[in-house]
């Protein structure tokens, strides 16, 4: 079974895509890594990448959607997320969103899985609509809602995770690990901290009413990195 993870980048965010390759090539050097720059949404981006794979690509079996504020920290992450595709009713694998409102989470009795990792069957990924007009869900909604017995990754609390302990960030798990030990975390909001603004967007930004939000955040990122190339450089 052959698989490609694709992270859709956008301009800016050179660090995180740096660190998010060098993660995979530590914890994953069998599957082959696409980065797809892209200076519109993140969502379109992946639409794109689709239609370009179904016209001419037919060498991947799954597809694994990755951000570039992700980074993997577990060589055990490959076999976590690809195995369960062994088994022919597994179409989709990941985690739902680690914070925000429930409605993100939930949609009726589905679990609507985030595409900040995300693995899917090429059948399956070949054809969702990433990008659909007045959708109502994340971008990953509709391949939630298309499979019936996706593989559900967990997340530790907030800031009480093993590998980055006190950081508002996720870090997930697989249920089946009595030890639940960290495969990958997720910094969020990470790919929204670029630096393609310019000077005076940016003072804006530090001068609007969400200033202490942009620049909490920041820190975090920063915190986040260190750690994550710590664990990086130590594998």
Request: charged share 25%; hydrophobic share 45%; net charge positive.
């Amino acid at each position: 079974m052959k698989a490609v993870i694709l992270t859709v980048a956008v301009p800016g965010t050179q660090p995180l895509v740096e660190l998010c390759r060098e993660s995979v090539r530590k914890f994953a050097p069998g599957i082959y890594h696409a980065v797809w720059w892209h200076d519109k949404s993140h969502a379109e981006g992946i639409e794109m990448w689709r239609r370009r794979m179904r016209q001419f690509d037919d060498r991947w079996d799954v597809v694994v959607l990755m951000d570039s504020d992700v980074v993997l920290t577990s060589a055990r992450w490959g076999e976590a997320m690809l195995e369960p595709f062994q088994q022919t009713v597994v179409e989709l694998a990941g985690a739902p969103k680690h914070s925000g409102p429930v409605e993100r989470v939930l949609y009726g009795a589905a679990t609507i899985l985030h595409p900040s990792c995300l693995a899917m069957r090429r059948e399956l990924f070949d054809k969702c609509d990433f990008a659909p007009q007045g959708r109502l869900l994340d971008t990953a909604g509709m391949a939630s809602l298309l499979t019936s017995a996706p593989k559900i990754f967990r997340f530790h609390p907030i800031g009480a995770g093993p590998l980055f302990p006190g950081l508002d960030v996720g870090e997930f798990f697989d249920p089946d690990d009595s030890r639940q030990r960290t495969l990958w975390s997720h910094l969020m909001h990470g790919t929204n901290l670029n630096g393609s603004a310019g000077l005076w967007q940016q003072t804006k930004a530090l001068l609007s009413p969400r200033a202490k939000t942009v620049l909490r955040r920041r820190r975090t990122q920063a915190a986040w990195m260190r750690r994550a190339w710590e664990i990086v450089r130590q594998a």
